[in-house]
């Protein structure tokens, strides 16, 4: 998750794409959940699970963990 996202905001499909995952709910429990839970990961609108244009972004702990992952960069 935190490779993909990098430093950019992506909606649910558009993270799923880039992983080629197609199950929504195995993406939800194995990927999204644990992310935010750990705090790598958030929501752009986080008072509004259903929000059709909802995107994630890292936080300030998974923009360093980025960092770690991609050293020189």
Do not use: C, W
Not at 6 to 23: F, N, V, Y
Not at 63 to 69: G, K, M, Q, V
């Amino acid at each position: 998750m935190v490779l993909v996202l990098g430093e950019q905001t992506l909606t649910r499909k558009q993270i799923m794409d880039l992983l080629s995952l197609k199950g929504r709910d195995n993406f939800r429990v194995n990927y999204m959940e644990p992310s935010m839970k750990d705090g790598f990961v958030a929501k752009l609108y986080p008072d509004s699970d259903n929000r059709p244009d909802q995107a994630y972004y890292l936080t300030e702990k998974g923009l360093h963990l980025l960092s770690e992952l991609k050293p020189g960069e």
